[in-house]
């Protein structure tokens, strides 16, 4: 059973960078796909980014050209580098398996206008 523990978010201005941490316990982790995901309350967990295991990597319309997904399988941690960040991001992001796993805590991201 895995566990990923993610870090990373925090409070930024609109037009601010942040980069989420996403540590996986299990060292399975480089033989799968990782997605990132985000949720607002009221609102279903949505898939904004994923890297196969093999480094492909697939975005979101909503975030593409301003996310970047990566991973390191020396460390079974994958990372969502985040630029020009605006309000519509704030959100919870969680990082899974896919197809998933169980969900960790996931980490606060709020955009200030």
């Known amino acids: 059973q895995v566990q990923f523990v993610e870090s990373g978010g925090g409070l930024v201005q609109a037009g601010g960078s942040l980069r989420l941490s996403c540590a996986a316990s299990?060292?399975?982790?480089?033989?799968?796909?990782m997605g990132w995901y985000r949720q607002v309350p009221g609102s279903q967990r949505e898939l904004v980014a994923r890297i196969s295991y093999g480094n492909l990597t697939n975005y979101a319309d909503s975030v593409k050209g301003r996310f970047t997904i990566s991973r390191d399988n020396a460390k079974n941690t994958a990372y969502l580098q985040m630029n020009s960040l605006a309000p519509e991001d704030t959100a919870v992001y969680y990082c899974?398996?896919?197809?998933?796993?169980?969900w960790g805590q996931g980490t606060q991201v709020t955009v200030s206008s």
């Open positions: 899974n398996y896919l197809p998933n796993s169980d």
């Open positions: 299990r060292s399975t982790f480089r033989f799968k796909d």
